[in-house]
Structure formats: structure tokens, C-alpha cells
């Protein structure tokens, strides 16, 4: 049998001798790694299998991070839902679970995630506008009726009012019948992306920091079902970088998040087996693949080696995984249904637990019923008529993709170091570094669209000027919908008892000046009826509110 | 002289890539740029064009509220009387309210997909134009 060595000369033979003769543009992945025309044994020079990929299940978690992956059971599919109010979306809910969807995950409107009531003058245009109303706890009650909370699971995307909607998720359970130990999700509480790409922080970083742990925390032992955080790469990535920047941003965050429960005397084991991560999928199929594979390396590593963690479950990288949003065009929009298919192919061979991916329309509004069930159409036929999850992490042992995971591991991994030296993630998003490298990024990027060095079908690629004047289509939200929601909202505050609510916003003031953990404190406030704006308010005198610096 | 923009995000809409690289453009182009920063009410805004002193608002929107948070803009610009300063309008903007915008007195509209190239030819052409007209 030939040696590594002997391939590598053979591969500078042929590379010598054929690319001589054809020669080709040189290539590389959408982050910048440069790419040879093939890769062969010898490009897995130190690749020690049982070291480096093992088995499913069992670290370092390469391969997958279940022992059966896809042939047991088949991610979870959860489109993202939610507009209007909670009756609107109650029945959008019910719709995708007829249609065999198998969780929910909820949008909230903008207002519900920066903590305004509906009737607040500066978010009058906005309620129901991108999500769900959510005002007081009657809404949600609205919102889950008929929904059976120990059966189905739920993935909220909230961050800086998390612990105001996993209250109020549990006080609706609790309505139900069902305990607390019984219910089960996902809560975002992800805030530092918040300040970097997202937008929806109300708070500055540290208090809001004490929130998503007070969040972990109060879960641990009373919600032990509740996945209580989604180290989010996503948005950051949507706002500009690229992959190993994503990667690495998102473990950087992972790790200052450990740091801080760690800091209140949990233990690594006590709380790491409920946290999940949220990536991106895009269309540059293999790196996108490599880069899951590397990170999910990567955090077992970190997980066992920097935190000391003894519970495997602990170094598991649970992935929900959504497709590109930056990557789909507002021009000839059907064609992102093929974008996001092969997304969501890649999703699967990278092993997500869980996916969402866009909608056609996505990249200019939120989706119709129609648009919404193409999606789960996608993800369906995916799982259930090609076959591709039958075996577990079909693509690994490919010199070129392992090559690639070893790279793109290294480039992470190079970058997570770099941000340690500077202080950790807090640190840098306070200087503004993260900030404007990401900028740079999306800068350099756009102009790489515009000029065509990266194609684009139908935008900067056999335009079809025809489709130049096609409309497009914004989800229509009835005019009247705000007005319902503040009547809905006025109708509760009349009816509650204001001299309890008052109570329980005073106690949690008080309890918000000390070191408490102020959960229990907001679900007293939510079991008045106290609105997200009141108790937004109560903490905001407190804590005060984030004032952007900008970096341009 | 250089000519003055302020790029503005108004509303709760954090989706603010799309401002940042414009004003990027815009600077490397030769403007002064001025970027209000996410979640700016109009009032805000409104502070900020008088006391930059600006030759040109640029609104980026991408929630679907344009025609309320333009048609709001620009009465409170009559209000105080700035209403010589033009306004443009970027985002996610459906063609049949490009004419509704302009009727406002938007002087141009740029949807999404539009080139930086042309943002920045726009807004030289608006601003020579009403230079002129002084």
C-alpha cells in the first residue's frame, strides 16, 4: 500500500503535470481558505480517526452528537411562526401542526422584545408587525389554547424579555394542569448578540447578563425539560461574517456565558446538559458543513478541557440550525426555495437536532401559510423521500471535508484565542472590536455582490429584465390590529387587581437592586397580569437602558 | 465642501447592515456621514439633522412601516421648518410605494438590491440639484 508520503509526491506530479497543461483559477471558500483541485490521503497528514472524529455520541462529538443520529430519530422541524396577535398566530400554530411540523417556535413582535406595551407611542407602527403581540399574560394564554404544553415543545426567539416569557409559558402551563418539570423548549436569552447584530437589548450588557443567568439558574432544577440558552452565531452572521467568525464569535460567547454561572457556584455539569447553540447553514455547501463539524469538535473540547466537564452531555453540541437569509434574493423569489433546499441538505449532513429554514419571501417580509409550508414541504421531503439519513454523517472520511473541518477548527479556534487576549466577548463588544470588524465584512462583501465577483442568479447574473419591475408582496397586518391588541390590553388592566400588580413590581424593584434571582420575583408580577412594558420599567429604573455607541 | 448626510434607523427594526454599509460607501465616496444609531425616534432624528447641520436625511427601513414613518418625518420636518433638507428612503420598499413616497415629497427611493454606486450618484445629484437652486 502506498504511504502518505508517496501520494503527496504522486498529487505534485499530477498537479505539475495536469493542472500545467488545463490550468485553472485559483479558488477558495466563502471565508477565504484557499482550495486545491483535489484533496487526497495526504492532505490528512496527523488525521488520527478514533483522536479526531470517533463515533456518534461519544466525544468529540464530530460525527454527530447521537448515537443514531437521523436513523433513530429525525431532527426536529420548527418554522418560525408568529405575527399578528395571539389568536392569528394560536391558529398558525395549529396549522403546522396538522401538517405534521413536530415543535413550535415562536416570533414575537418587536415591542414584546424590547420591553413596550402596545399602547406605547414610540412603537405604535410596530406591534404584530414582525412577530406576536404579547402584552400580559392573557395573550399567551391565547396564543397556547388547545396546545397540550407537556406534548409539544416550544422554541421562543427572546432574549431581553426571556425571563418575562418563560414565566409566563410556565404560568400558562400551570393553567394547564401541567408542572413545571414537565415542560419543555428552548429560550434564545442569548443577549451579548443583541448588542452586535440583532438589535433587541433594552438593558446595558452586565445586568442583562445576570438576567440570562438568573434565567439558567431558576431552570436548572424547577424546568429541568428547558433548553435555557441558544448560543447564537446566526445573527451575527447575518449581520456580516463569515464563517469562522460566526463560529468563533458564538463559542467566544458561549464560553463568557459559562464564566458568569460558573461565577454563582453552579457547576459545569449542572446546567451545560440544557444548552443549546443556533447556526447557519448557507449555500457554500462544504465549508458551512466543515465549519458545524470543527465547532462541534471544538465546544467538546472547550467544554471537557477549559471547563473541566465530566458529563458528556455536557460537551454535546445541540444544534438548531436555520438556512441563509443573506444569501436569498428579492428578485425572481421562488428561486430561494432552491437556495434553501440545498441549505437545509446541508443542515442534514452536518447533523443539526433541529432546523428552520426561510421561506421565499423572506428576504422582503414575513411568510404566508403558503410560503411556510413550502418550507416544512422542504424539510419533509428531505427526511422522508431521499434517504440521505440513513447513515450517520454520510460525508465524513472525505479527504476534502476533513481536510477542510481540520482547517476551519484551527482558523476558529485561532480567532477564539485572539479574543481571549482581548479581555474575553464582553470585552470586545464594548470596545466596538466585534462591531466594526463585522462591518468591514458586510462592507467587503456587498460590494463583492455589486460588482459581480460573487454570483448571484437573477440580481447580478443573467438578469431577466422582465423581473426588474416584478412587485413584491409584503404580508398584509390588518390595519385594525393594534387597536384590538390596546383594547385587549386595556380591557386587562381594568379588570386586574392594580394594588397587587403595584406589590409585585415594588418587590421586584427592590429585589432587582440586590443579587437575587429575579424570576420567581417576574412571575409573580405575570400571575397579576403585570404587563412586559411594566416590568421592563420596573427593571429599567434600576439597571438602565443600553445607549448604543456607534462605529462607523 | 463635502456633502453631509445623516443615515438614520427609525423605529425598533435592528436590522441595521444595510444603514452601516451605505454609510460606508457613502464615506469612502467623499461624504461626511453621520449614523444615527438603532431605534431613533423621529424627534431624534429631527435633533440630530438640525444640529449636524446636514444637507441630506437618508431613512433606512426595512419593517414595512415606510409610508407611516416617512409621512410622520416629513410633517414634523414642516413643522420646524427643515423641510428644504431632502429626504431619501432606503430598504425594503415595494414599487407601487415608490410613487406614494415621492408624492410626500421624498426626493428618491432606493430598494433593496439597489448598488451603492447609484445611492451615491443619487445623492450627489439631489444635493448639486437643490445647491443650485439656492
Known sequence: MASLDEIQKEKERWEKMVLAKNPVPPATTTSGLDLDVIYTPSDLEDFDYLRDLGFPGEFPFTRGVYPTMYRGNLWSMRQYAGFADAEESNKRFKYLLSQGQTGLSVAFDLPTQMGFDSDHPMVKNEVGRVGVAVDTLKDMEILFEGIPLDKITTSFTINATAAIILAMYLTVAEKQGIPAEKVGGTLQNEILKEYIARGTYIFPPRPSLRLVVDVIDFCKDRVPRMNTINFSGYHVREAGADAIQEAAYCLSSAITYVEEVLKRGIGIDDFAPRIAFHLIVGLDFFEEIAKIRATRRLWAKIAKERFKAKNPRSMMLRLFCGSSAREATLREPLNNIIRATIDMMGIVFAGAQSASILSYDEAYTIPTEESALISLRTQQIIGYETGITKVVDPLGGSYYLENLTNRMEKEIKALIDEIDSEGGMLRCIETGRIQNDLLKKAYKSDKKKQNGEVVVFGVNKFVDEKKRDEEIILTQIDPDLSKRQIHRLQQVRSKRNDRKVREALNVLKEKAKGTENLVPFIQEAVREYATVGEICNTLREVFGEHQESVVL | ?134
Not at chain 2, 456621514?33 to 449636524?52: F, P
Not at chain 2, 445611492?119 to 440639484?129: F, L, M, T
Open chain 2, 1 to 134: 465642501m463635502a456633502v453631509r448626510v445623516l443615515i438614520a434607523k427609525p423605529g425598533l427594526d435592528g436590522h441595521d447592515k444595510g444603514a452601516k454599509t451605505v454609510a460606508m460607501a457613502l464615506k469612502d465616496a467623499g461624504m461626511e456621514v453621520i449614523y444615527t444609531g438603532r431605534r431613533q425616534s423621529i424627534d431624534q432624528i429631527i435633533h440630530t439633522a438640525i444640529q449636524e447641520g446636514v444637507d441630506i436625511i437618508g431613512l433606512s427601513i426595512l419593517s414595512g412601516v415606510h409610508l407611516e414613518i416617512t409621512g410622520e418625518l416629513l410633517e414634523r420636518m414642516r413643522e420646524k421648518g427643515i423641510e428644504s433638507i431632502p429626504v431619501v428612503v432606503g430598504g425594503v420598499i415595494p414599487k407601487k410605494d415608490i410613487p406614494i413616497l415621492k408624492g410626500m415629497g421624498v426626493e428618491e427611493v432606493f430598494p433593496i438590491g439597489s448598488t451603492f454606486e447609484e445611492i451615491i450618484q443619487g445623492i450627489e445629484k439631489i444635493v448639486g440639484r437643490k445647491s443650485g437652486d439656492l
